[in-house]
């Protein structure tokens, strides 16, 4: 049943042939060649490093059957919520390379680096445009930096103030990387109580709020994929106590040219490029988690700001009260390119018409399969959607188990076990590059499962089995950890 | 049917205490083990390191979790199971006996009256099942 | 719209399907108050060929290292970069894949990572690398912060030899913990090592250097190994990884955490990001490594496979108390590095970095030929060096330019002390007959 293609098990090192090589470097065209000559002999390397010494077909062979192992957007629906597993346009790719961007140094003189500070200033600008904020700061790295990037701003505003507050207000629904960000930051995290839909419970919030909490954390749409109505009301409220209010934009595909997190109240959010502007995923990166805040924020914003002068533009370093630098450049400048090209290509029609195509998807799976499944909230959703497999878990056939015979039926799994509040959580994020067939192919594959979990459980949680590997033993890796390959190992 | 040995005493937190004099050992429950799935890593203090009832005294690991581990009563940590570096999997394999973590000299025996029993731990565990 | 799979027809079978009649009705939880009642303010959507005609417009108002010999360095080099390395990681199954939480329908991503680990270890010298973080600086703020948390110590010793750029990251991930952050000077162009036995104390978690220095020149690591550890502190090493083909690895000189910037390892410059975060650590430290670690273990059957493991430090199950906040890692510039030390190997590493070395030193002899022109540091340096103009740096870059050369590094935006001061950085890349032009053209420039 396992594709005789994907069972390969080697790692590089194992094909290596000592005098094999891949390379093609030129000769010394200098006169004074030996190290020994130009460096004093303890800052030599006596032995080279134990790398493979592979020929180049060795490499593209070892690699490409690698890749054939993995499942990819471009190759499996890969229904992952909250991640935004969307179509990777190509012509990114191409734009990405051309090489006055590939090829261009970050040092180079700013007159010699108009073309991309121009694009960085444009897509900020269209990134205020469509948050409603004031400005954007496209430093940081990924979400999770952009989030203490953020947080940072708000701790230099309060301070600024000559206020210094102590705690964090985060819901249980929170992602991970919510309080971790926030306790990186120097805060204390409190956690609030969400109601039965994921909502902020509003009694729980009052009780909280006081002129020592710094800023109140919460994701637009819910992480149970549900607009939080009561938003104004909420920031209202925040805003009173002088409690800034920050959005984590990892939803922000339910809602573009929808409404906007600056005309909801928020004064800080931050975008995930990687989620919601097709930047591709990589196998774990590198994103981009640009920030946006209202004008109030901007003195802290990181150093440097892409700055415009009438026709040109430079980097701007003299800004005193900024929180300082979140990574040694001025951003993922390779995933700007590839999120600006994207903006470009859909134009505002364009970017509405993806919000509703991804929350009319998410609620077409949603309907498909709530006979069979538990939903976790009332009403429509917004761009994804979580239901409970709490009724399988009756039967012996937890979320994990799902998942993984998900594979086996040709499709990526959803997120499993989030949000924390929902018991036996699958979290179905379509998107909006998604056909109603493949929707419905994945709704029947989802009725199967339930089906088989009430008549043939034991397959279920065999699963998967048609994969490289079946399910690992998880415990081992943890108990004795085997982090790197030796040449005697295995 | 629930492993909840009568003769030691009960934190909320899932540890147990058993008190010989002025020491204690102290470890995890069953109903804690199984909670957490496969132990992979203890992390205990030092001998000689002070704890204090009902704060933190080190941490255990599964693979999908991370538990603290609250000491029941003051005192001072005199011994401390090395076996556990080794082989933590003798937290869920045994819990209450070679799974032991740390011995406690307590500085004051009444604490103990903080603790819970064995019949109203299992209903704590009874009641946290539903 | 290309990328939106449904049509109208379907659209409306849906619609009808949920039991609404337009997507309106799915937004009913949107209070009117927050609708947008106009279009996005953003410029029209672009035809494939507009918007090519548009970006190469863009991308052709750049000084790029394909028309321009680049001898700029400061943490980004342009090294070689072999071209399968493109060829595979615009596979499909490896650029759209998503961070590896389904094991088994992820063993591509993993069993590289495990390989990238297995490279980064071996050329640090150290015991384990994680699978990447964002980029050089912020992994050495995450060593700092890590040793924190290792010795409960609030001390950071840094030295001022450390890129400026990478410090300034240090010192914002070292806001919310507070840690004390202090400098030592340099002196002639390496750590002075007298002010840093002072400077060291019982309050010190780390003591931070980068070999080569942000000069280009290379510390003693071994005797700042033995100040450091005389306090019980922790030394932390920022080295890019490419000169470790040829130089002794921080790990053998008493490196506990080793980190750096490994763009240089197949990662295009691409005006500085996205970029590579190497970290690596000591046995003893593994728990408390931020990032992800990518282990071997075996399935049902018995199988190889590799799994994401000592996950519980990680935020999406210990949160607040997570070593890290990370969750997306740079695992794409991970694999690229992977696929960059398979082709290069053994031999060729070391060879690009013997390249490097003698090219530079070759270029350092020619350029402090021009009169008025000097290297400014005795240190021995390795692929990067600094000279001391008697003209302005920046005027003598912009002279260069004219001449397709991208000179180097003014150095008095980041440091005013060395506004005199040019950073030069030669790769293997760089030709004799280049190298041979700029002497010319330094020259003319400050006749």
Same mark, same amino acid.
């Given at each position: 049943?396992?594709?005789?293609?994907?069972?390969?098990?080697?790692?590089?090192?194992?094909?290596?042939?000592?005098?094999?090589?891949?390379?093609?470097?030129?000769?010394?065209?200098?006169?004074?060649?030996?190290?020994?000559?130009?460096?004093?002999?303890?800052?030599?390397?006596?032995?080279?490093?134990?790398?493979?010494?592979?020929?180049?077909?060795?490499?593209?062979?070892?690699?490409?059957?690698?890749?054939?192992?993995?499942?990819?957007?471009?190759?499996?629906?890969?229904?992952?919520?909250?991640?935004?597993?969307?179509?990777?346009?190509?012509?990114?790719?191409?734009?990405?390379?051309?090489?006055?961007?590939?090829?261009?140094?970050?040092?180079?003189?700013?007159?010699?680096?108009?073309?991309?500070?121009?694009?960085?200033?444009?897509?900020?600008?269209?990134?205020?445009?469509?948050?409603?904020?004031?400005?954007?700061?496209?430093?940081?790295?990924?979400?999770?930096?952009?989030?203490?990037?953020?947080?940072?701003?708000?701790?230099?505003?309060?301070?600024?103030?000559?206020?210094?507050?102590?705690?964090?207000?985060?819901?249980?629904?929170?992602?991970?990387?919510?309080?971790?960000?926030?306790?990186?930051?120097?805060?204390?995290?409190?956690?609030?109580?969400?109601?039965?839909?994921?909502?902020?419970?509003?009694?729980?919030?009052?009780?909280?709020?006081?002129?020592?909490?710094?800023?109140?954390?919460?994701?637009?749409?819910?992480?149970?994929?549900?607009?939080?109505?009561?938003?104004?009301?909420?920031?209202?409220?925040?805003?009173?106590?002088?409690?800034?209010?920050?959005?984590?934009?990892?939803?922000?595909?339910?809602?573009?040219?929808?409404?906007?997190?600056?005309?909801?109240?928020?004064?800080?959010?931050?975008?995930?490029?990687?989620?919601?502007?097709?930047?591709?995923?990589?196998?774990?990166?590198?994103?981009?988690?640009?920030?946006?805040?209202?004008?109030?924020?901007?003195?802290?914003?990181?150093?440097?700001?892409?700055?415009?002068?009438?026709?040109?533009?430079?980097?701007?370093?003299?800004?005193?009260?900024?929180?300082?630098?979140?990574?040694?450049?001025?951003?993922?400048?390779?995933?700007?390119?590839?999120?600006?090209?994207?903006?470009?290509?859909?134009?505002?029609?364009?970017?509405?018409?993806?919000?509703?195509?991804?929350?009319?998807?998410?609620?077409?799976?949603?309907?498909?399969?709530?006979?069979?499944?538990?939903?976790?909230?009332?009403?429509?959703?917004?761009?994804?959607?979580?239901?409970?497999?709490?009724?399988?878990?009756?039967?012996?056939?937890?979320?994990?188990?799902?998942?993984?015979?998900?594979?086996?039926?040709?499709?990526?799994?959803?997120?499993?076990?989030?949000?924390?509040?929902?018991?036996?959580?699958?979290?179905?994020?379509?998107?909006?590059?998604?056909?109603?067939?493949?929707?419905?192919?994945?709704?029947?594959?989802?009725?199967?499962?339930?089906?088989?979990?009430?008549?043939?459980?034991?397959?279920?949680?065999?699963?998967?089995?048609?994969?490289?590997?079946?399910?690992?033993?998880?415990?081992?890796?943890?108990?004795?950890?085997?982090?790197?390959?030796?040449?005697?190992?295995? | 049917?629930?492993?909840?040995?009568?003769?030691?005493?009960?934190?909320?937190?899932?540890?147990?205490?058993?008190?010989?004099?002025?020491?204690?050992?102290?470890?995890?429950?069953?109903?804690?083990?199984?909670?957490?799935?496969?132990? *992979?890593?203890? @992390? %205990?203090? !030092?001998?000689?390191?002070? #704890?204090? =009832?009902?704060?933190?005294?080190?941490?255990?690991?599964? /693979?999908?979790?991370?538990?603290?581990?609250?000491?029941?009563?003051?005192?001072?940590?005199?011994? *401390?199971?090395? @076996? %556990?570096? !080794?082989?933590?999997?003798? #937290?869920? =394999?045994?819990?209450?006996?070679?799974?032991?973590?740390? /011995?406690?000299?307590?500085?004051?025996?009444?604490?103990?009256?903080?603790?819970?029993?064995?019949?109203?731990?299992?209903? %704590?565990?009874?009641?946290?099942?539903? | 719209?290309?990328?939106?799979?449904?049509?109208?027809?379907?659209?409306?079978?849906?619609?009808?399907?949920?039991?609404?009649?337009?997507?309106?009705?799915?937004?009913?939880?949107?209070?009117?108050?927050?609708?947008?009642?106009?279009?996005?303010?953003?410029?029209?959507?672009?035809?494939?060929?507009?918007?090519?005609?548009?970006?190469?417009?863009?991308?052709?108002?750049?000084?790029?290292?394909?028309?321009?010999?680049?001898?700029?360095?400061?943490?980004?080099?342009?090294?070689?970069?072999?071209?399968?390395?493109?060829?595979?990681?615009?596979?499909?199954?490896?650029?759209?894949?998503?961070?590896?939480?389904?094991?088994?329908?992820?063993?591509?991503?993993?069993?590289?990572?495990?390989?990238?680990?297995?490279?980064?270890?071996?050329?640090?010298?150290?015991?384990?690398?994680?699978?990447?973080?964002?980029?050089?600086?912020?992994?050495?703020?995450?060593?700092?912060?890590?040793?924190?948390?290792?010795?409960?110590?609030?001390?950071?010793?840094?030295?001022?030899?450390?890129?400026?750029?990478?410090?300034?990251?240090?010192?914002?991930?070292?806001?919310?913990?507070?840690?004390?952050?202090?400098?030592?000077?340099?002196?002639?162009?390496?750590?002075?090592?007298?002010?840093?036995?002072?400077?060291?104390?019982?309050?010190?978690?780390?003591?931070?250097?980068?070999?080569?220095?942000?000069?280009?020149?290379?510390?003693?690591?071994?005797?700042?190994?033995?100040?450091?550890?005389?306090?019980?502190?922790?030394?932390?090493?920022?080295?890019?990884?490419?000169?470790?083909?040829?130089?002794?690895?921080?790990?053998?000189?008493?490196?506990?955490?080793?980190?750096?910037?490994?763009?240089?390892?197949?990662?295009?410059?691409?005006?500085?990001?996205?970029?590579?975060?190497?970290?690596?650590?000591?046995?003893?430290?593994?728990?408390?490594?931020?990032?992800?670690?990518?282990?071997?273990?075996?399935?049902?059957?018995?199988?190889?496979?590799?799994?994401?493991?000592?996950?519980?430090?990680?935020?999406?199950?210990?949160?607040?108390?997570?070593?890290?906040?990370?969750?997306?890692?740079?695992?794409?510039?991970?694999?690229?590095?992977?696929?960059?030390?398979?082709?290069?190997?053994?031999?060729?590493?070391?060879?690009?970095?013997?390249?490097?070395?003698?090219?530079?030193?070759?270029?350092?002899?020619?350029?402090?030929?021009?009169?008025?022109?000097?290297?400014?540091?005795?240190?021995?340096?390795?692929?990067?060096?600094?000279?001391?103009?008697?003209?302005?740096?920046?005027?003598?870059?912009?002279?260069?330019?004219?001449?397709?050369?991208?000179?180097?590094?003014?150095?008095?935006?980041?440091?005013?002390?060395?506004?005199?001061?040019?950073?030069?950085?030669?790769?293997?890349?760089?030709?004799?007959?280049?190298?041979?032009?700029?002497?010319?053209?330094?020259?003319?420039?400050?006749?």
């Amino acid at each position: 049943m396992r594709s005789a293609r994907a069972s390969y098990d080697k790692v590089i090192f194992e094909l290596s042939s000592p005098g094999r090589f891949a390379c093609s470097l030129p000769a010394c065209d200098v006169p004074e060649s030996d190290p020994a000559a130009l460096l004093p002999k303890a800052y030599l390397r006596e032995m080279p490093p134990e790398l493979p010494e592979v020929s180049e077909v060795d490499v593209i062979r070892h690699y490409s059957r690698l890749s054939q192992m993995n499942y990819g957007v471009d190759t499996h629906f890969y229904p992952l919520g909250s991640c935004t597993m969307k179509y990777n346009p190509k012509i990114n790719e191409d734009m990405a390379r051309l090489a006055g961007f590939l090829r261009l140094h970050p040092l180079a003189p700013e007159a010699a680096s108009q073309g991309a500070l121009a694009l960085m200033h444009e897509l900020a600008r269209d990134l205020a445009e469509i948050s409603g904020m004031d400005e954007v700061t496209l430093q940081p790295a990924a979400g999770a930096q952009g989030e203490l990037c953020g947080v940072l701003m708000i701790r230099a505003y309060h301070l600024a103030r000559g206020e210094r507050r102590h705690k964090v207000l985060i819901p249980d629904s929170a992602h991970g990387t919510n309080p971790a960000s926030t306790a990186l930051a120097g805060y204390g995290v409190v956690q609030l109580k969400s109601g039965e839909s994921g909502e902020v419970d509003l009694e729980d919030l009052t009780r909280h709020l006081d002129e020592d909490v710094a800023a109140f954390m919460i994701t637009q749409p819910n992480t149970l994929g549900l607009f939080e109505a009561r938003i104004h009301q909420i920031t209202e409220m925040c805003h009173a106590k002088g409690v800034q209010v920050y959005m984590d934009g990892a939803n922000l595909n339910a809602i573009l040219g929808i409404t906007r997190p600056g005309d909801l109240g928020f004064d800080v959010c931050h975008f995930n490029l990687h989620k919601t502007f097709t930047t591709p995923h990589g196998g774990g990166g590198p994103g981009a988690g640009p920030v946006g805040i209202k004008s109030h924020l901007a003195p802290f914003l990181p150093v440097p700001v892409v700055a415009k002068d009438a026709d040109s533009y430079r980097l701007d370093w003299s800004r005193p009260q900024s929180i300082g630098k979140l990574q040694a450049f001025w951003g993922n400048f390779g995933m700007l390119v590839r999120a600006y090209t994207y903006i470009r290509t859909m134009g505002p029609n364009g970017l509405r018409s993806v919000s509703e195509n991804a929350v009319l998807n998410a609620n077409y799976v949603l309907k498909r399969l709530e006979a069979d499944y538990d939903r976790s909230a009332p009403g429509p959703c917004m761009h994804e959607c979580v239901l409970s497999a709490r009724r399988q878990k009756r039967l012996g056939v937890s979320a994990t188990d799902i998942a993984k015979r998900l594979l086996d039926l040709g499709f990526y799994a959803p997120s499993v076990y989030f949000p924390l509040i929902v018991e036996e959580a699958l979290m179905i994020e379509p998107t909006e590059t998604e056909s109603k067939e493949t929707l419905d192919a994945f709704c029947d594959a989802m009725i199967q499962i339930a089906r088989e979990a009430e008549s043939d459980p034991q397959l279920v949680r065999d699963a998967p089995v048609t994969t490289p590997v079946r399910r690992l033993d998880q415990t081992l890796a943890a108990r004795q950890p085997e982090l790197r390959w030796k040449a005697s190992g295995r | 049917m629930s492993n909840v040995p009568a003769d030691l005493r009960y934190t909320r937190e899932h540890e147990w205490a058993k008190v010989d004099g002025d020491r204690a050992r102290v470890g995890i429950t069953a109903f804690a083990q199984e909670q957490l799935g496969d132990v *992979v890593f203890v @992390e %205990l203090p !030092k001998v000689g390191a002070r #704890v204090t =009832a009902m704060q933190g005294f080190g941490v255990v690991e599964s /693979v999908k979790a991370v538990s603290d581990l609250f000491a029941p009563l003051s005192g001072e940590v005199v011994e *401390v199971n090395g @076996e %556990l570096a !080794k082989k933590p999997e003798v #937290v869920n =394999a045994d819990p209450y006996g070679q799974g032991w973590m740390i /011995v406690i000299k307590c500085a004051d025996l009444k604490q103990l009256d903080g603790l819970l029993s064995a019949v109203d731990y299992e209903k %704590l565990i009874a009641a946290a099942a539903h | 719209m290309r990328y939106i799979s449904n049509t109208p027809a379907q659209q409306k079978e849906m619609l009808g399907a949920i039991g609404v009649s337009s997507v309106e009705d799915l937004l009913v939880r949107v209070p009117t108050k927050a609708r947008l009642s106009r279009p996005l303010n953003l410029p029209d959507a672009l035809a494939e060929t507009d918007l090519i005609r548009h970006l190469r417009d863009l991308a052709g108002r750049n000084a790029s290292a394909d028309d321009h010999a680049c001898f700029l360095g400061g943490g980004s080099y342009d090294h070689t970069i072999p071209s399968p390395i493109n060829h595979l990681i615009l596979r499909g199954e490896f650029f759209t894949a998503y961070t590896p939480y389904q094991p088994e329908a992820s063993q591509g991503t993993l069993r590289s990572i495990y390989e990238y680990q297995s490279m980064i270890a071996e050329l640090t010298g150290m015991d384990v690398a994680n699978a990447s973080l964002y980029d050089g600086a912020s992994s050495l703020a995450e060593a700092a912060l890590m040793a924190h948390a290792v010795t409960g110590r609030n001390g950071i010793v840094l030295s001022s030899s450390v890129n400026p750029l990478h410090r300034q990251v240090v010192e914002t991930y070292c806001e919310g913990p507070d840690l004390k952050l202090r400098s030592v000077p340099q002196a002639d162009g390496v750590t002075d090592l007298d002010a840093l036995r002072k400077a060291v104390s019982s309050t010190t978690a780390a003591v931070v250097l980068q070999y080569p220095n942000f000069f280009g020149c290379l510390e003693d690591i071994a005797t700042a190994a033995e100040i450091t550890h005389a306090a019980e502190a922790l030394l932390i090493v920022s080295a890019d990884p490419v000169n470790l083909g040829v130089l002794t690895p921080p790990g053998a000189l008493g490196a506990d955490i080793v980190v750096g910037e490994g763009q240089s390892l197949g990662v295009p410059l691409s005006f500085g990001g996205p970029n590579l975060g190497v970290f690596a650590a000591k046995q003893e430290l593994v728990r408390r490594m931020p990032g992800r670690l990518v282990g071997a273990t075996v399935d049902l059957d018995g199988r190889r496979g590799f799994v994401l493991t000592l996950q519980t430090r990680e935020q999406h199950i210990r949160r607040e108390k997570a070593t890290s906040n990370i969750c997306t890692n740079v695992a794409l510039c991970a694999l690229m590095a992977t696929i960059y030390l398979a082709i290069m190997g053994k031999q060729g590493l070391r060879t690009v970095g013997e390249l490097s070395l003698a090219k530079a030193h070759y270029a350092a002899t020619e350029f402090s030929k021009v009169p008025g022109v000097r290297l400014r540091f005795p240190a021995p340096f390795f692929k990067e060096f600094t000279l001391q103009l008697p003209k302005s740096p920046e005027r003598v870059v912009k002279r260069l330019m004219k001449e397709k050369i991208l000179g180097g590094l003014p150095l008095k935006t980041l440091d005013r002390r060395y506004r005199d001061c040019l950073l030069v950085a030669v790769t293997e890349k760089r030709t004799r007959e280049e190298i041979d032009r700029y002497s010319r053209a330094l020259a003319a420039a400050v006749a």
